[in-house]
């Protein structure tokens, strides 16, 4: 979700178990006076078996660290009529670069520019928002950026919906497309379903179910992610 807080500190770990892979991330954001937000995110995609049979050796893990910023343009997300309005940049980097050059990735660096709008309707207590995305991460980078399909950015469309049916409670659905540029595999959009539950004034515990369609080849690939955040 995409909505800045005022002198707030996130702290986020994310796992997910698909049917054959593994995924982890953890990541740290804040936000300064309520219009700026810096970010840092690492994430780790295990191939488990997979990894075997593609030549890589079983559990071999591609990882790749994300460095965000973003600035609130206009608008707020409950107390203008304006949604809040965001834009910003990710650098990310790759830290298997032979591995994903491979594979037939361009290069294992690149850099993504996003929009995004965010709006609650507290009478409704609907959560909504949209981001457009210029992109050439392969599977969010994680396979490196762009391929032989397609070496350069492409715009791609994010979306969610949150139902808060209480005060500790929501429910709602996202929704990514992504390019598809490497030769070797088919890239599928993804989409999940989620339920988060605040545990406390600060630490918020969100399941989810996934499907992330096809990944290196191997099609199918469905499970559960779970998050836990913390902030202060």
């Known amino acids: 979700m995409h909505v800045i807080e005022q002198k707030c500190l996130f702290q986020k770990h994310c796992s997910s178990w698909v049917k054959d892979y593994d995924y982890q991330s953890a990541g740290v954001a804040i936000g300064i006076r309520d219009r700026i937000e810096l970010s840092y995110t690492h994430q780790d995609f295990n191939t488990n078996e997979i990894g075997a049979a593609l030549g890589l050796g079983k559990d071999f893990a591609f990882s790749q660290d994300i460095f965000g910023a973003k600035v609130r343009l206009a608008g707020d997300l409950v107390y203008d009529r304006l949604p809040a309005i965001a834009v910003g940049i990710q650098y990310k980097n790759n830290n298997q670069g032979a591995i994903v050059r491979a594979v037939g990735a361009k290069s294992d660096e690149g850099v993504d520019y996003y929009a995004s709008v965010s709006k609650l309707f507290l009478s409704r207590s609907i959560l909504l928002s949209g981001t457009a995305r210029l992109t050439k991460a392969n599977q969010m ?35 990514r497309r992504k390019p598809d540029n490497l030769n070797i595999a088919r890239e599928d959009d993804w989409f999940d379903a989620f339920a988060a539950v605040a545990i406390s004034r600060n630490v918020t515990a969100t399941i989810a179910y996934a499907d992330l369609g096809s990944i290196a080849t191997v099609k199918r690939q469905r499970g559960v992610f779970l998050q836990l955040q913390t902030a202060f």
């Open 141 to 175: 980078g994680l396979l490196g950026f762009g391929g032989g399909k397609q070496g350069g950015h492409t715009l791609q469309f994010e979306g969610s919906a949150a139902w808060q049916l209480s005060r500790r409670i929501a429910i709602g659905g996202e929704y």
